[in-house]
């Protein structure tokens, strides 16, 4: 017996990465169905062995499904979510709609399973933003042993987590570099991001930050701890999927680095690769279609009191999104739903 399940814009690349992640880990499902917008209506979606041809999201009966993973962006999000909830579906949503929502439990379940138990309030429970997914993986573990002050990290993320759009964009203008007279022109961003760095994702906000930068901070204090003191800077970088993180971490009382490369060995969700020689660390290239949360340079910061460095990557479409959304329905199945 399993679940009776929809995915929410099956065609983007969030909402295919969940067809395949349901397949991969054989998520318990009797019946799937495949949404998109009017002008996918048919488009084909691989779910395993089988092809799904997707149906339009307008107008659709979510009236007998237990669970629908939605990967539609936060307008369309805003429209059909409640309409999936009052039906008695149970929505797991990768925008940002409601992660900042008091009454939504904003879940990775390495972290916060216990929180996937307040789903019953809104029948609606939040993916976190790719960036900070990953990085509260890494925390968390640390934070239990010797209770995090203070965070600093930088980002640098993948335009994967901007669409196929940017993929295009970043692939076009750097085949455009070397045939002259076919430069590609930045539309997707404010400036080239082949060959570049572009320190500015989302809108940037009146204290000078970015929204991105925002969510990191906001998140981390709703999935881990209120009382942690985080600044974010993140940066758009030529890369295709994989975003990596620079942490600088701050605690209460000392924690040795050996004993810190222990904690993270033994976490959950955590893979470390971390010799001090050429090579011996994970990027991003090579985290792409894993699971796990990659952490490599842990090492002690002698500039401060009780400080480490760490440095984190992760595919951002699988743990930064998809595989994220689907491990929620398998702790919510464990945990609160019964098998039709």
């Known amino acids: 017996m399993g679940y009776k399940v ?5 065609t983007g690349n969030v909402g295919r990465e969940m067809l395949n992640i349901l397949a991969e880990r054989q998520f318990p499902v009797d019946e799937i169905v495949a949404l998109a917008s009017r002008r996918s209506i048919g488009t084909e979606v691989s779910f395993g062995d089988k092809t799904l041809k997707t149906k339009d999201i307008e107008g659709f009966d979510f009236t007998g499904w237990d669970i629908a993973l939605f990967a539609i962006g936060s307008d369309a999000t805003k429209q059909y979510a409640p309409i999936a909830a009052k039906s008695g579906c149970v929505v797991i949503d990768n925008s940002s709609l409601y992660r900042y929502d008091p009454d939504v439990p904003l879940v990775v379940p390495e972290v916060n399973p216990q929180a996937v138990d307040g789903y019953t309030k809104k029948n609606i429970i939040a993916n976190p933003n790719c960036s900070t997914a990953q990085m509260v993986v890494a925390l968390k573990p640390l934070h239990d042993r010797a209770k995090i002050k203070r965070v600093v990290v930088s980002t640098y993320q993948s335009v994967s987590g901007s669409g196929k759009e940017a993929i295009d964009e970043l692939w076009n203008q750097t085949k455009g570099m070397y045939v002259p007279g076919q430069e590609v022109a930045p539309k997707v961003y404010p400036k080239q991001i082949a060959f570049n760095v ?3 994702i989302d809108v940037f906000l009146d204290d000078g930050s970015t929204k991105e930068e925002w969510k990191m901070v906001a998140e981390t204090k709703k999935i881990i701890d209120k009382s942690i003191k985080i600044t974010a800077t993140c ?12 942490i600088n971490i701050e605690f209460e009382e000392f924690l040795d680095e050996d004993e810190a490369r222990d904690i993270l060995r033994e976490a959950p969700g955590i893979m470390v690769i971390d010799k001090r020689e050429d090579g011996g660390y994970i990027t991003p290239i090579e985290c792409v279609g894993d699971y796990a949360t990659f952490i490599s340079r842990i090492r002690q910061d002698s500039t401060i009191e009780n400080g480490l460095n760490i440095w984190c990557v992760s595919d951002n479409l699988r743990k930064g999104a998809a595989l994220n959304a689907v491990q929620i329905a398998e702790t919510l199945g464990n945990r609160c739903l019964k098998k039709g």
């Open 198 to 200: 572009i320190p500015h």
């Open 235 to 246: 940066v758009r970088v030529p890369v295709f999927v994989g975003h990596s993180e620079a």
């Open 6 to 10: 929809v995915v929410a814009g099956a």
